[in-house]
C-alpha cells in the first residue's frame, strides 16, 4: 500500500482563488511528520509547511496552512489568494520516527501539478 | 539560512563510464545526508541514508555496489555512479540535515544525468 497518496495528478486555478491539494498517508507510527513541498520547473524542492504528529494546531506559513484531519490521516495543503508563481509541482511526504533514533528520509507521494491560470 | 549544493548541475557521460555527484553542506555540519532519485514526470525516491563516517544505508531495490556513498565529513557527501547505463539517468537530489530525528531536511537543486 502507498503510504502518501495524492490523488490530483493536476489541477487548474484561477489567480487569486484558494486552492487545497489533497494528501492522505498510511502509517502505524506514532510519531511521524508531514511535509509539502513546491518544485518548479528548475528541479529545487522548496519547503512550504511542516505538521508533526503531536501538534495541536494546524500548521501555517504566510499562505500555506496545512489542514491536519489526523483520524481521516489527512494532511491537505492549502494555498490561500493562489499567483501564477505558484504553478509548479507539489509534494506531501512523510518521514517515519523509524526504529535507530537518527534521522530518517522521506516519503513522497507521486504529486500534484498545480497550474495557475490569469 | 541552510545551504545545501550539488555539484555538477548536469552531467552527460557515456555508457559505461562512472560519474560521481557532490553534496554538500555550505554553511551548517550535516550529520545526516538523504540521496533521492526523481525519474522524469515522478516522485522522488529515497535511495540511501549517508551518515558521516559510517557506511551508507541502503533502500530496497538499490544497489549498493552501483551507487556507491560516501560521507567523508560533515559537510560532504558523494554519490557515484558505477558503469552508468542508460536507465540510470534520472535527476538526482541530496538533502541534509542537522541532526537529531525531528529536524528539516534542506535539499540540493539536483543534479541531471543523462548516459548516452
Known amino acids: 500500500a502507498q503510504k502518501i497518496t495524492q490523488t490530483q495528478p493536476g489541477m487548474f486555478v484561477q489567480e487569486k482563488e484558494a486552492v487545497t491539494l489533497d494528501c492522505t498517508y498510511d502509517?502505524?507510527?506514532?510519531?511521524?511528520?508531514l511535509f509539502w513541498y513546491k518544485q518548479p520547473s528548475s528541479g529545487e524542492m522548496i519547503f512550504l509547511i511542516y505538521?508533526?504528529?503531536?501538534?495541536?494546531q494546524n500548521a501555517t506559513e504566510g499562505r500555506y496552512s496545512l489542514n491536519f484531519q489526523k483520524a481521516r490521516k489527512s494532511a491537505n495543503l492549502v494555498i490561500s489568494a493562489s499567483q501564477l508563481g505558484d504553478s509548479a509541482m507539489y509534494f506531501c511526504?512523510?518521514?517515519?520516527?523509524?526504529?535507530?533514533?537518527?534521522?530518517?528520509?522521506?516519503?513522497f507521494g507521486k504529486g500534484t501539478h498545480l497550474i495557475i491560470q490569469p | 539560512g541552510a545551504v545545501v549544493s550539488q555539484h555538477p548541475s548536469w552531467v552527460i557521460c557515456k555508457s559505461g563510464t562512472s560519474v560521481k555527484i557532490e553534496c554538500r553542506s555550505l554553511?551548517?555540519?550535516?550529520?545526516?545526508m538523504f540521496w533521492y532519485r526523481q525519474f522524469p514526470k515522478q516522485s522522488l525516491m529515497l535511495m540511501a541514508t549517508?551518515?558521516?563516517?559510517?557506511?551508507?544505508?541502503?533502500e530496497q531495490g538499490v544497489e549498493k555496489d552501483k551507487f556507491l556513498i560516501n560521507h567523508a565529513s560533515l559537510t560532504l557527501s558523494t554519490l557515484t555512479v558505477t558503469s552508468a547505463h542508460p536507465e540510470d539517468s534520472s535527476f538526482y537530489i541530496c538533502?541534509?540535515?542537522?541532526?537529531?530525528?525531528?529536524?528539516?531536511?534542506?535539499f540540493g537543486p539536483g543534479t541531471r544525468l543523462t548516459v548516452t
Open positions: 538533502s541534509a540535515t542537522r541532526g537529531g530525528t525531528n529536524d528539516e531536511q534542506y
Open positions: 502509517t502505524s507510527d506514532p510519531s511521524y511528520g
Open positions: 505538521q508533526g504528529s503531536y501538534d495541536q
Open positions: 511526504a512523510m518521514r517515519e520516527s523509524g526504529s535507530g533514533g537518527g534521522a530518517d528520509g522521506l516519503t
Open positions: 554553511d551548517f555540519q550535516a550529520t545526516t
Open positions: 549517508s551518515n558521516e563516517g559510517s557506511k551508507a544505508t541502503y
